[in-house]
């Protein structure tokens, strides 16, 4: 789910929006010189025939990139760090039980 959010979800927020955008603003979607007009037939749905457009893909990719880039800089501001006075003591197996792992204060964590 982090990496859906951080990563995945900024990359394709713009594109998305942009589509958006497109399929839900009013009036006949315009049509590239030479192509197929809109209701005359030919081409596919609305979605084809916006496509056609100019795209403005180099603005969709670095913006894109942009929000991936500071999704992932607020994630490593905002991430907990660790004391740098605990150890952390992995996961055992103590009489019959798993034990899971914890951090301990240092002094502690080396008579384990």
Same mark, same amino acid.
């Given at each position: 789910?982090?990496?859906?959010?951080?990563?995945?979800?900024?990359?394709?927020?713009?594109?998305?929006?942009?589509?958006?955008?497109? $399929?839900?603003?009013? &009036?006949?979607?315009?049509?590239?010189?030479?192509?197929? =007009?809109?209701?005359?037939? %030919?081409?596919? @749905? #609305?979605?084809?025939?916006?496509?056609?457009?100019?795209?403005?893909?180099?603005? $969709?990719?670095?913006? &894109?990139?942009?929000?991936?880039?500071?999704?992932?800089? =607020?994630?490593?501001?905002? %991430?907990?760090? @660790? #004391?740098?006075?605990?150890?952390?003591?992995?996961?055992?197996?103590?009489?019959?039980?798993?034990?899971? &792992?914890?951090?301990?204060?240092?002094?502690?964590?080396?008579?384990?």
């Amino acid at each position: 789910m982090r990496v859906f959010l951080t990563v995945i979800l900024p990359l394709l927020a713009p594109s998305l929006l942009y589509l958006a955008w497109l $399929l839900m603003r009013p &009036g006949p979607a315009p049509h590239t010189q030479g192509g197929a =007009a809109p209701g005359d037939g %030919q081409g596919g @749905g #609305r979605l084809a025939r916006l496509m056609n457009e100019d795209v403005p893909w180099l603005t $969709l990719v670095a913006t &894109g990139a942009g929000l991936t880039f500071v999704a992932v800089t =607020a994630m490593y501001v905002l %991430q907990p760090t @660790g #004391r740098t006075d605990m150890e952390y003591v992995p996961p055992r197996y103590e009489d019959g039980k798993i034990i899971p &792992g914890e951090f301990v204060p240092r002094e502690d964590a080396d008579g384990q």
